[in-house]
């Protein structure tokens, strides 16, 4: 059964506890994490979905099968917290995963897939992140990981479409068997890369997961995205500590670029301004939210300096220069576009021209060209 495409026709935008909290969470983070996503003025430029990742359930199911909230960390339940979300016009983001236990160890969907997408159902839930741990892939003998990803991730979406309630369906196999080429009408995202870290490029031990990897990994996938299902380069980390003010800006920016969904991972609760500063920009999000749902392409790169050009519906495009090296650059975008129409600098509001430019090291610059 096909899913319904127009639950994502950009990419979702919202909160997910992982980044910030692991499976440290708990009703209380839930109801605090909704009234700062309204008090602060982001869920009002779109950032509605508030997702709980790992750490909800119970380490045991109910007797008649179910999966049931932690009676310590969420007392008053899930549908609670769905009603009250719904009744702020925000959205309740459920985890769940492919194999017998969740990542976390918790008990997860495999052979339980109606049953769970019912009790989702049932509690109010819009959204799903489905994992890829403990897959019991010798149930499938000769099968490969990505047949096994096929039959399982179309298991669990098959069960969401079935309950008729509108559920986002976000897989989780971080790239493990192409999801991109296809997952369009199994899931709205696909991850396509391992997990993020907070962490720009310093550290070699994590040379697969830090923002630069996780970026190049997915920017090349930009053929993929479009309408309805889209490259999920894993959750931001904006906010969380572990790059420079330069480094975050570039962070949400290739992400906005790439048409990734925009979930938000630090604790906002007492959010900075320099943090809103960076995930509120509105022209950036204008960029990510764009209807055509198209993933900037690279049209060069040379020496650590990427040019990215997204098209976007007004006939117009974004252009993206991003200097990924330790040292300052000069570059010359312009050669590498056609992007002569009027322009505006998404971080500064400057009105020029797409021109030559001065970069620090692991800044990315973005303009918003007009028509030309
Ligand atoms: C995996 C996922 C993460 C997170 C954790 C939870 O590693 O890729 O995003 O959901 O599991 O245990």
Not at 140 to 147: H, Q, W
Not at 189 to 212: N, S
Not at 238 to 257: D, I, K, S
Not at 307 to 327: E, M, R
Request: aromatic residues 8%.
């Amino acid at each position: 059964m096909p899913i319904d495409f127009t639950l994502a026709p950009t990419p979702p935008m919202g909160f997910n506890t992982w980044n910030r909290f692991g499976m440290d969470i708990s009703e209380a983070l839930i109801d605090e994490t909704m009234d700062a996503l309204v008090s602060t003025g982001l869920a009002e430029l779109g950032y509605v979905h508030l997702n709980i990742d790992d750490g909800w359930m119970a380490p045991e199911r109910s007797a008649a099968g179910a999966l049931v909230p932690d009676p310590q960390r969420f007392p008053g339940g899930i549908k609670r917290l769905a009603d009250r979300a719904h009744g702020m016009g925000l959205k309740l983001g459920l985890y769940s995963d492919c194999g017998r236990k969740t990542c976390g160890g918790l008990p997860a969907s495999y052979g339980h897939e109606r049953q769970d997408a019912d009790t989702f159902a049932r509690w109010g839930i819009d959204y799903l992140k489905h994992d890829w741990c403990h897959v019991p892939f010798e149930d499938f003998p000769g099968a490969s990981e990505r047949e096994v990803a096929q039959i399982l991730y179309g298991r669990m979406s098959d069960a969401l479409v079935a309950t008729g309630r509108p559920v986002v369906l976000s897989m989780c196999s971080w790239g493990h068997g192409e999801p991109w080429e296809w997952a369009r009408g199994v899931g709205h995202l696909w991850r396509t890369t391992p997990d993020i870290m907070d962490t720009y490029h310093r550290d070699a031990h994590r040379g697969t997961q830090d923002m630069l990897a996780i970026f190049e990994r997915n920017v090349v996938l930009d053929p993929f995205a479009g309408p309805g299902g889209f490259n999920d380069p894993d959750m931001l980390e904006v906010g969380n500590g572990g790059m420079t003010a330069v480094e975050y800006r570039t962070h949400f920016a290739l992400w906005c670029m790439m048409a990734a969904p925009l979930l938000l991972g630090c604790d906002l609760r007492g959010v900075s301004a320099e943090t809103l500063a960076i995930v509120g920009n509105r022209q950036l999000i204008a960029i990510n939210q764009d209807p055509l749902g198209q993933q900037a392409r690279r049209v060069w790169q040379e020496g650590g300096v990427h040019v990215l050009a997204k098209p976007l519906a007004d006939g117009g495009q974004a252009v993206a220069v991003f200097n990924q090296t330790d040292g300052a650059k000069d570059t010359a975008p312009q050669e590498h576009v056609s992007a002569a129409g009027p322009a505006i600098d998404v971080w500064t509001g400057a009105r020029e021209r797409v021109g030559p430019v001065h970069l620090e090291p692991h800044q990315a610059k973005v303009w918003r060209v007009a028509a030309g």
